[in-house]
C-alpha cells in the first residue's frame, strides 16, 4: 500500500506524468456526466424495467457499458460496439492479407486499422440501438409520432457510443491506460457503494430471518465479515496472480570497445502470467451479449422448441458456461498471439549478443520462448476462468443472486488498477535516470 501511495505521490511530482493523469481523470469525469444524461424520448424507469427483466444478460451489458445502461443514458451501449468492432477486425486480420499488410506498416497501418475500427464500431452501434428501441419500443414516449421517436432514440445511442470511443482513444493518446478498460472501470468503481449497501441489506435479512435477535444480529455480523474477508483474500489472490511473472535467464557475452570491457552481465526476461490482462473477459462477456441479445428480443416469448432451448442455453446453464470457459481461453490465446511478439523479442536478444542458457541463439531461442508463454497462457486462462466462475458456482450452491459479478468485477478493477499503476512507475522510471541506474545495478550485480 505504501508502494502505491509513493508512486502515486511521485507521478504527481512530475508534470508530463501529473497532465497525463489529470486529462484522464477529467476524462473519466466526463465520461461519468455522461451516463447522466437521458435518452431523450424515451420513459426512463419503463426502460430501466425492462433491461432488468433481462435478468443476467442485462446485468452483464450494464457492466459493460460502465453503468450507463440501467440509467437510460446516451452512453448506455457503452465500450461494447467498440469491444465488437475490435474482435472482428482483429480476426479478419487473420484471414484477410490486406489488412494483415496494413497491420505490419508501423505506425500509419495502426492509424488505419484504428480508423477502420472506429467506422465499424459506429457501424454496429447503430445496428445495435435499432435492437435496443425495438426491444424497449413500450418505453417510448407517445408525444411524438413513433416512427420520429424511434428515430431520435436510435441516434441518440448511436452518438452516444461514438462519444464513448472518442474519450477512450483520447485517453490511449493524452493519457495513461487503457482507455476501453478505464471507461468499464469507472463504470464499477461508483457502484462500490451499491454493492457494500446490498451486502448489508442481505446480512440484515439473514439476521431478521433468525427468531432469536441477539443470535440473528450476530450471525448477520458473521456473514459480514466473512464475505469481507473472502473478498480481500480473492483480492490479494487476484493481485497476486497479475504481478507473478516468469523470468527466463538471459547471459550477454563481453564486448571490448575501445580500452574498455563491457558485457558480461546476466539479466532476464519477464514474462507474465496474466500477459492478456482482463481483455479476454471483457471479449468474451461482449460477445456472449450478441447471442443473449437476439434471443431475448425475437424469442423471449416464443414457445418454438429450439427457441426456449437456445433462451435457456444462454441464460446460466451448464452450456453458456461450457462456452465461456472456451471463449476465455481462446481469447487469451488470441490476445497474446497478437500482442506478444516472441520473433522480436530473440532478435534483440541475439542482436545484443545475449543467449538464453542451454538455447541456441535464432529459431531455438525463438521457439523457447513462444513455449514458455504458450504454457503460462494456460495458466492464465485457467486463472481467469477461476475467479469469473467460481463466484457464480458459489451463487448457485448459495442462492445468493448476482454473485457472478463479484469475480467479474474484483478482476476488472484490480487489472485495470494495476496496469495503471504498472504504466505510471514504467515513465517515473523512464524519467529517472538514477532510478533506473540503480535498478540496473541490482539486475545485473555489477557497481
Avoid at 437521458?38 to 419503463?46: A, F, N, Q, S, T
Avoid at 481483455?279 to 441479445?293: E, G, K, Q, R, Y
Avoid at 442455453?313 to 516472441?342: C, D, K, Q
Avoid at 541475439?350 to 520462448?369: E, Q
Wanted: glycine residues 8%.
Amino acid at each position: 500500500m505504501n508502494g502505491i501511495f509513493d508512486t502515486a505521490v511521485n507521478a504527481f511530482r512530475v508534470e508530463s506524468i501529473r497532465k497525463r493523469l489529470l486529462y484522464t481523470f477529467m476524462i473519466l469525469g466526463i465520461f461519468m456526466l455522461g451516463g447522466l444524461v437521458p435518452v431523450p424520448g424515451i420513459d426512463g424507469e419503463k426502460f430501466t424495467s425492462v433491461i432488468r427483466q433481462w435478468g443476467q444478460l442485462g446485468s452483464i451489458m450494464d457492466l459493460i457499458s460502465g453503468g450507463g445502461l440501467f440509467h437510460a443514458s446516451i452512453l448506455s451501449l457503452g465500450v461494447s460496439p467498440y469491444i465488437n468492432a475490435s474482435i472482428i477486425i482483429q480476426l479478419l486480420t487473420v484471414v484477410i492479407p490486406a489488412l494483415e499488410d496494413m497491420s505490419k506498416e508501423g505506425e500509419s497501418g495502426r492509424k488505419k486499422m484504428d480508423k477502420i475500427t472506429r467506422i465499424s464500431a459506429i457501424c454496429l452501434a447503430f445496428v445495435q440501438s435499432v435492437l435496443f428501441t425495438y426491444s424497449t419500443r413500450e418505453a417510448l414516449n407517445a408525444s411524438l409520432p413513433k416512427w420520429l421517436n424511434a428515430g431520435l432514440v436510435v441516434l441518440a445511442f448511436t452518438a452516444g457510443a461514438a462519444i464513448v470511443v472518442f474519450l477512450g482513444e483520447k485517453i490511449n493518446d493524452k493519457g495513461i491506460g487503457n482507455g476501453v478498460s478505464l471507461l468499464i472501470f469507472a463504470g464499477i468503481a461508483t457502484r462500490l457503494p451499491d454493492m457494500v449497501r446490498t451486502l448489508y441489506e442481505k446480512c440484515v435479512s439473514i439476521s431478521d430471518s433468525v427468531e432469536n435477535a441477539a443470535l440473528g444480529v450476530l450471525l448477520g455480523i458473521l456473514v459480514f465479515i466473512a464475505v469481507t474477508i473472502v473478498s480481500i483474500a480473492i483480492i490479494v489472490f487476484v493481485l497476486y496472480v497479475q504481478n507473478a511473472e516468469r523470468r527466463i535467464p538471459v547471459q550477454y557475452s563481453k564486448k571490448v570497445i575501445g580500452r574498455q570491457q563491457r558485457g558480461g552481465n546476466r539479466d532476464y526476461i519477464p514474462l507474465k502470467v496474466n500477459m492478456s490482462g482482463v481483455m479476454p473477459v471483457i471479449f468474451t462477456m461482449s460477445l456472449l451479449a450478441i447471442p443473449n441479445i437476439i434471443i431475448t428480443l425475437f424469442f423471449n416469448n416464443s414457445t418454438n422448441k429450439v427457441a426456449v432451448w437456445l433462451k435457456s442455453s444462454f441464460t446460466g446453464s451448464p452450456w453458456y458456461y461450457v462456452l465461456y470457459f472456451l471463449l476465455v481461453i481462446g481469447f487469451t490465446f488470441f490476445y497474446t498471439a497478437i500482442n506478444f511478439h516472441p520473433v522480436e523479442i530473440a532478435n534483440s536478444i541475439t542482436k545484443n549478443g545475449g543467449m538464453i542458457n542451454g538455447i541456441r541463439s535464432g529459431k531455438p531461442t525463438t521457439d523457447f520462448i513462444k513455449s514458455t508463454a504458450h504454457r503460462l497462457n494456460w495458466l492464465e486462462a485457467f486463472f481467469l476462468v477461476l475467479v469469473c466462475i467460481l463466484p457464480t458456482i458459489i451463487g448457485i450452491l448459495t442462492g445468493l443472486e448476482n454473485v457472478w459479478f463479484a469475480g467479474t468485477s474484483v478482476l476488472i478493477l484490480t487489472g485495470v488498477a494495476n496496469d495503471l499503476i504498472v504504466q505510471v512507475e514504467g515513465e517515473l522510471e523512464i524519467r529517472s535516470p538514477k532510478g533506473f541506474l540503480e535498478d540496473l545495478t541490482i539486475k545485473t550485480g555489477r557497481r
